[in-house]
């Protein structure tokens, strides 16, 4: 069965640092990954996917995430940081056909001034 | 073009009442399914559907029934509300196909059960 494991519950950073969100997940075949963000009381958005090609995504909002399938690792990262930045952030691994996708536990960003 | 569209967005129910999600899509998607987020726990899949006819459970069914008679509409019942199944709902729709597809979500419904 697939699942995600997003190893840091809560982080905290200064506006304009960079940062790193972990992701890792387990699937048999060639993974559909992704990225949202939520803000407080609000649903999900995509800021990034990965199917096939470039290892390298880029996504919305400055955000990019880099497939390692040697480490079975999606990270998500921002070189610069922004106070509209902080919010929950969710990787999630899809079957081929999108009939399931499983989420991650979450990770919230804290950005301090 | 409306996307995803979740009702009602706020509801609290008594232990024991039943209630109905709504959820409707406007893009043709085939596939729908529907999530609860709890905290720390980020979001599970109680059922989903392939198709108008077609559904399945996912990793959290129990206490929910599904239908999906047109492409459009996928309705989440809530057979007799347990305090368990408070919680923060979330539809969502996709297309079928090679590539991969982007998966919308509903804004949500956050469901009190007291």
């Known amino acids: 069965a697939q699942s995600v494991t997003q190893p840091d519950i809560h982080i905290t950073v200064s506006e304009g640092a960079s940062l790193e969100l972990r992701c890792n997940y387990s699937?048999?075949?060639?993974?559909?990954l992704f990225w949202y963000v939520q803000s407080p009381g609000q649903g999900l958005q995509l800021l990034l996917k990965?199917?096939?090609?470039?290892?390298l995504v880029q996504g919305i909002k400055g955000f990019e995430a880099e497939f390692k399938r040697s480490q079975s690792s999606f990270n998500l990262r921002k070189p610069s940081v922004h106070w509209s930045d902080a919010a929950e952030y969710f990787c999630a691994v899809a079957s081929g056909g999108y009939q399931k996708v499983t989420f991650g536990t979450g990770t919230k960003l804290q950005v301090i001034p | 073009n409306a996307g995803v569209t979740q009702t009602p967005k706020f509801q609290v129910l008594k232990t024991g009442q039943s209630m109905t999600l709504q959820c409707a899509q406007d893009m043709n998607h085939e596939y729908m399914s529907w999530y609860r987020q709890d905290p720390g726990m980020g979001l599970r899949l109680i059922h989903y559907?392939?198709?108008?006819?077609?559904?399945d459970q996912g990793e959290v069914p129990n206490g929910y029934n599904v239908s999906r008679s047109t492409t459009e509409d996928f309705p989440l019942r809530l057979l007799s509300a347990a305090p368990s199944q408070t919680s923060v709902y979330f539809c969502a729709s996709s297309a079928r196909g090679r590539s991969g597809n982007t998966i919308y979500f509903g804004e949500g419904s956050w469901l009190t059960v007291v």
């Open positions: 990965y199917f096939s090609g470039d290892t």
């Open positions: 699937y048999g075949a060639t993974p559909y």
């Open positions: 559907s392939v198709g108008a006819g077609i559904t």
